[in-house]
């Protein structure tokens, strides 16, 4: 086992001292990003997930009740790939799902990703907790964002 | 980093485990110190929020659902009888003389309880309206001093006070403008009716949210704990890493005092340097410290995303004399923790002495959020939000995951 192996097992282990090591059945809960992420073997979708969405959406992608929107099982996430493009780089709250929501929290807007990587990213809340929708490609992307505006004061 | 990090909680947890006593067969699962014992009295209403205990043990309580009234007709302290009634959901319910109080997200409100009746049957009428719809830190938790004075939270509706909210890298609004009506305390008169938040008076400022505020009647002075700001690793990466906002913006314990300054949003203060910081939207670069004396230090500094949502001083007659005049604090637990352990869902007790903090903190009741698979807040089997103390000394905590309630009592032994 190589050194980072033996490390990533200590986490693990940790990890489930934890929380009691309850995390069996159903979805694997996404690990969290390290320093070493860069050179991880993980897909970069979760790896971005991990960056950019879990604090907020959870490990589980169930969000937040009152506070962040469940990614798992969501209609909208897993709908018409450039609406979805369009939403995660605009953030907000006037996505389909969420009109009706009561969940208090805005979305961030995430334009500042590049187009790989949104697709990445897409791809893996398209196809993750339990979701089955299409991957999304990084062309699809850069087609969406012609249709943003321009980028709002920050 | 990580591991030690880890090493470090799983040391805390042990270290807490030791500490307390263990859990009493009958505890419902919950951890309490040795003598107390526990009841549950009713689950079924939804999620709850806060309540409060009448003379005669009548318990009304908040929540999603509306308003309801418990009533244990056998002395078991269980709830035989349960009522729901009027139109309001929200947060606050706080018993002042005959009247019941109760607000939700704009509004104020009170019935009148005349002696007798279980459900109020007077009409509702409104102390304070028309507060600006909100949907983040919307509820409208008040306080209520001797005199009917109405001390009203006023949430910012806002992480930070970013030009654009919770984005990274976005900069503080400098003044930040949301203070003129938000993030404070506005003081009313509580015994005058169909006010609107023109008739208030800005009390005390620089609260991000303070859900968890009370009026300290044995030192006739008014206390919150204020929910700290979210996400500094996603927002200022650069700054702060994930284990950072883990584990250093405290939930902040203070006395609020008339024309005082809690420093949201322009500062935070830091659990692991043991000061106030710049918030890195203004200007902090993780270690920088605001003008020596503008904002108010807290009392105690709680760790960060506990989620205060409600205090209790503790004037029961039942419980050891260490409690007396001491303040329980509910926890309801973090979100923003993650991708580390989530923390907090506990019952704390803070020993008050002349309402000075007058020795560490100790867990009081813990267990609520049971194994909570995958640290998702919302696998947790309980969530503590409300506090109430009976007319026997019991104290009372609601929950709001399923609107479980529990009645601790101390035997005396």
Known sequence: ?154 | MRISFIARVVSAAVVAAAGAAAAAADADGLTLPAGFSVVVVEEGQGPARHLDVAANGDIYLGGGNGLSVLRDTNGDGKADVVKSFGNVKGTEVRIFKDWLYVSDDVGVYRYALKKGELVPTGARETVVSEFPKERQHADKTFALDDKGTLYVNVGAPSNSCQERDRQEGSLGRNPCPILEKYGGVWVFDGTKLNQTPANGRRFATGMRNAVAIEWNPAQKALYAVIHGRDSIDTLFPALYNAEDNATRQGEEFHQIVDGGNYGWPYTFFDTKLGHRVIAPEYGGDAKKEPEAGKYANPLVAFPAHWAPNDLLFYSGKSFPAKYQNGAFIAFHGSWNRAPEPQAGYKVVFQPMKEGKPSGAYEVFADGFAGDMKDNSPDNARYRPVGLAVGPDGSLYVADSQKGRIWRIAYAKK
């Open chain 1, 1 to 154: 086992m190589s050194a980072r192996g033996l490390r990533r097992a200590a986490v693990v282990i940790g990890a489930c001292l934890v929380v009691a090591c309850v995390a069996v059945g159903g979805e694997t809960p996404v690990p969290p990003a390290t320093a070493s992420s860069a050179t991880d073997a993980r897909p970069p979708g979760q790896l971005l997930y991990g960056k950019h969405c879990l604090s907020c959406h959870q490990a589980d992608g169930r969000g937040v009740r009152n506070m962040q929107p469940a990614i798992a099982g969501g209609t909208w996430v897993q709908g018409d790939a450039r609406a979805l493009a369009l939403f995660v780089m605009s953030g907000g709250f006037d996505s389909a799902s969420r009109k009706d929501s009561a969940e208090g929290n805005v979305m961030p807007a995430f334009r500042q990703l590049s187009d790989a990587d949104l697709a990445d990213l897409l791809t893996y809340v398209r196809q993750k907790f339990g979701n089955g929708a299409s991957a999304v490609s990084a062309a699809e992307v850069a087609e969406a964002r012609t249709s943003l505006g321009p980028a709002p004061i920050s």
